[in-house]
């Protein structure tokens, strides 16, 4: 493909676009053929003329396949080999409601009209349903766009606009400049009302920000971060934004967090506005590195494309890693390095730790295998093994080798290999024997480390590595991962006193200047992607450094998450790992809370299928009450940004744990808050909601109701409609699932809402039940959406008995729903974990906790 226009002025809100697309290709003919195939997706062709040197054929035949996504077009004459030739194609399409293709998202006026925008949302297969094309990322193509859209509308795309002008019917005719050669993915129209604010990069490029009607203030964050993110990429990467301007818009109906179209982000609303008074601060850093990943994109993505979708981590993962460098320049206050790990990499070994885990990199064909690798596999660990070789070759030749990637393959497609043999040039380390282990390989090893002192001065250590299983059985084969291994020690817990490359399965090193009383700590800063089993001197060594916080906070998290994922695996006992957080009382940084936090979560889980969940809360009571006095209710002045976090996570674990006084409090502030008189800050009010919901009755869930509609915050709809998941009564839970699916609930949120209902043990049987029970429903409506996966994966995951492993499995065989297998097998592999969790340390679990 060449050169490629596209004329709509489908914007309309009737969902059949009855105007005439046109749409001209040129192309060359490789071989001599009689007919051409393209993908075509509900839509249908009318008028095909193929002008090769003048001469006009017309196809005799015009043939669809559904399950191919495809149109092919029979010519009666043969197309001659190297002929070049003008495709024209009048098609029509349908502008649907399924947020994907071209499609209609719903706002309302400032005086509360309903009215519909035009939007697309192509990646990763339905540019085809908008037109026909050859829809893969490697045939890259030019686009003439033009649009002819009401006068009074806004209408962007991908490049700025050349040419307008009024025509009939009060419709306007915009024309946009070309845009460099690029993948069908990513090219974008919005039709619709927004206001907008406007900046410029240092570097020159236009930026803006598009909001709903009314709103535009609350653009002015993320026009901030983008336009001083443009010139830190630029000279990150040593590569120019090749682009004259960089919109950002927020789209009301949105399936993804935000999509990267070239040029022309589009974002959910909750990803890119922030209201000063109403936005939390956890809520702002994710829009912050929101920002940073689809702009990164831009360069990682855009500029250079992966040759096909089983190469996507080179996208997801590397954009995934980047954000996290775009918020660390531009807010350092963040220490956003340190949550990356919590973030990220955790939930990245979690997930694979499965046998239903999938390498990195993995062969997709159909469209629906394609949805199903946007997952944790391809943006965390993706991100989590990115961090882990930029660690390895050092931030210079990282910067050195991105560069030599991005010169040498811009507007082309690539490979994995194509990045390893830049970065592997610009360190002379052997970056391809490295990181191919980590690509192409499911899973990731645990390093068994047992040491002998050797005299005052010298500690022997043996490595040794293996495939960590989450449930502790014996891996299905033999791995060898090469793995970049540093080791700190008390002389110096900053700085690293060995590196060297694990390569085989087991080995010894020795470190010198290390007396007996001396810890070690491997994977110092919790770099590498694998866990670490300490022998028992090594771990109670480490102990009093836990307690003291002389170890930094990455390596007091890295321990006690490695901690937990062993008593998953039935290596250690629950009760052991709840003696180690008792070590953990002092603590005070946010993100260990977070780890913590998490791993309590697992816990609680299982807590929930026994009757221990009155001593577990007072167990949790006790952990987190000491940090939630020293913080307080109230902001101090000048506070640092992770005390903030910390507030509102300590406090909202303490009101899940039932602690009375916190639960008084809150309620007492959410009164005052919904009568107006004394508004609760952002950060705390879904803590509060909670507070009063968990034991509300039918006037409380009004109340709630109420606040959801007099909102025009989506944020803030989106904290409310969560919060109603808590409720303890099962018949309001019942009346939070009508209310999801009432139509006052986006398509986009009410799975989130469903969620909700779902990880309350009041409320899993439910919410399972209604699963089912309008299965049909909820697949036409989420069919090929990750919305879908998500949905099913927190509706099953948390179970935790073989009979449930049982039905889950069965329905599923019984039940088709393309694109979620693997999820599927995850789910039902980790209740498997959970039932084998409970049944091994229900025992030991229920004796401890009596004791406390
Ligand atoms: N390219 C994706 C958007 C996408 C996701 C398209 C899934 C098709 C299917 C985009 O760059 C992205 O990764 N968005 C994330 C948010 C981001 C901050 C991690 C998302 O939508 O969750
Ligand atoms: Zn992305």
């Known amino acids: 493909m060449d050169i490629f226009t596209f004329t709509s002025s489908a914007w309309n809100v009737r969902k059949k676009a009855e105007t005439t697309i046109i749409w001209t290709f040129c192309t060359t003919i490789c071989d001599a053929t009689k007919s051409i195939t393209l993908n075509a997706l509900d839509i249908t062709l009318g008028k095909v003329e193929l002008d090769i040197n003048g001469e006009i054929l017309q196809p005799s035949n015009i043939s669809y396949s559904t399950d191919n996504e495809t149109a092919t077009l029979t010519f009666v004459q043969e197309l001659p080999a190297d002929a070049s030739g003008v495709l024209n194609i009048s098609f029509a399409g349908e502008l649907n409601d399924k947020m994907k293709g071209f499609y209609r998202s719903k706002y309302f006026t400032p005086g509360g009209e309903e009215r519909y925008a035009g939007v697309t949302q192509f990646e990763a297969t339905d540019a085809r349903r908008c037109f026909p094309c050859w829809d893969e990322p490697a045939i890259k193509a030019t686009f003439d766009i033009t649009l002819v859209v009401p006068q009074d509308r806004v209408a962007l795309s991908n490049m700025p606009e050349v040419q307008e002008e009024n025509i009939e019917n009060n419709l306007r005719r915009i024309r946009f400049d070309r845009t460099p050669i690029m993948s069908t993915y990513l090219v974008a129209v919005v039709v619709g009302e927004y206001d907008h604010v406007e900046g410029k990069s240092e570097d020159g490029v236009i930026v803006r920000v598009f909001t709903p009607i009314g709103k535009k203030e609350q653009g002015l964050f993320a026009l901030e971060v983008a336009t001083k993110v443009l010139p830190y990429y630029k000279s990150y990467f040593n590569i120019a934004y090749p682009l004259p301007k960089m919109d950002l818009i927020a789209i009301s109906d949105f399936s993804a967090g935000a999509m990267e179209n070239w040029g022309l982000v589009t974002y959910r609303e909750t990803f890119v506005l922030v209201d000063p008074k109403n936005t939390s601060l956890m809520r702002k850093q994710s829009i912050a590195l929101t920002v940073g990943h689809e702009i990164a994109h831009q360069w990682f993505g855009n500029l250079v494309t992966m040759e096909w979708w089983t190469h996507l981590w080179l996208n997801e993962g590397y954009a995934s890693f980047v954000e996290f460098l775009c918020v660390n320049h531009l807010f350092p206050e963040y220490d956003i390095w340190t949550q990356f790990v919590t973030d990220m990499y955790t939930r990245a070994l979690e997930l694979d730790s499965l046998k239903n885990s999938h390498p990195i990199e993995v062969p ?257 009571e006790k952990l987190y009450r000491p940090v939630a006095e020293s913080l307080g209710w109230e902001v101090r002045e000048g506070e640092n940004h992770l005390d903030t976090l910390l507030r509102s996570l300590v406090l909202s674990r303490l009101v899940s744990f039932r602690c009375k006084d916190v639960i008084a409090e809150a309620q007492t502030r959410f009164h005052a808050h919904a009568d107006g008189s004394n508004p609760i800050p952002a950060d705390l009010r879904s803590a509060c909601y909670k507070a009063v919901l968990q034991d509300g009755d039918e006037k409380i869930f009004n109340e709630m109701l109420q606040l959801y509609r007099t909102t025009d915050l989506h944020e803030e709809q989106d904290r409310i409609s969560r919060a109603l998941g808590c409720i303890g009564n099962v018949d309001l839970l019942r009346k939070v699932i009508d209310f999801a699916m009432s139509g006052e609930v986006r398509a986009q949120d009410s799975v989130f809402v469903i969620v909700a209902v779902a990880v309350n043990p009041k409320g899993r049987d439910m919410a399972w039940e209604f699963f089912k029970d309008n299965n049909q429903k909820l697949l036409q409506q989420y069919q090929g959406s990750f919305l879908l996966t998500r949905l099913i994966k927190y509706l099953i995951e948390n179970f935790a008995s073989e009979e449930r492993a049982v039905e889950v499995e069965n329905y599923f065989k019984q039940n088709q729903f393309p694109g979620t297998e693997r999820t599927v097998s995850q789910a039902v592999e980790t209740i498997r974990l959970n039932a084998n969790w409970l049944k091994r340390d229900l025992d030991s679990l229920t004796s401890y906790l009596k004791s406390q």
């Open 364 to 620: 997709v064909g159909h469209p629906c295998e394609i949805d199903e690798i946007f997952d944790e596999i391809s943006y965390n660990k993706g991100a989590s093994v990115i961090r882990m070789l930029h660690d390895y070759i050092g931030e210079k030749d990282f910067r050195k080798g991105m560069n030599i990637y991005l010169t040498r393959h811009q507007y082309k497609n690539t490979f994995t290999e194509d990045l390893w043999a830049a970065l592997q040039e610009a360190s002379s380390k052997p970056v391809a024997k490295v990181m191919s282990t980590w690509i192409k390989l499911k899973g990731f090893p645990v390093v068994s480390v047992e040491s002998i002192q050797k005299g005052d001065n010298q500690r022997v250590l043996k490595l040794t590595q293996n495939k960590f299983t989450a449930d502790g059985s014996a891996p299905d084969g033999d791995y060898t991962w090469v793995i970049p291994v540093n080791i700190s020690t008390s002389r110096d817990p900053n700085k690293i006193a060995k590196t060297f490359l694990l390569d085989q399965k087991s080995m010894e090193v020795v470190l010198d200047d290390v007396s007996a009383d001396d810890w070690v700590k491997i994977n110092p800063g919790t770099v590498g992607f694998y866990r670490t089993r300490y022998s028992k001197e090594m771990l109670e060594k480490l102990l009093p450094a836990v307690r003291d916080m002389v170890l930094p906070p990455l390596d007091r998290l890295g321990l006690i998450d490695d901690m937990f994922a062993m008593v998953q695996a039935g290596q250690a006992s629950t009760a052991e790992v709840l003696k180690l957080i008792d070590s953990y009382r002092n603590e005070t940084n946010y993100t260990v809370w977070t780890a913590i936090t998490n791993s309590l979560a697992n816990l609680h889980i299982l807590i929930s299928h026994t009757d221990l969940m009155e001593h577990f809360n007072r167990y949790g």
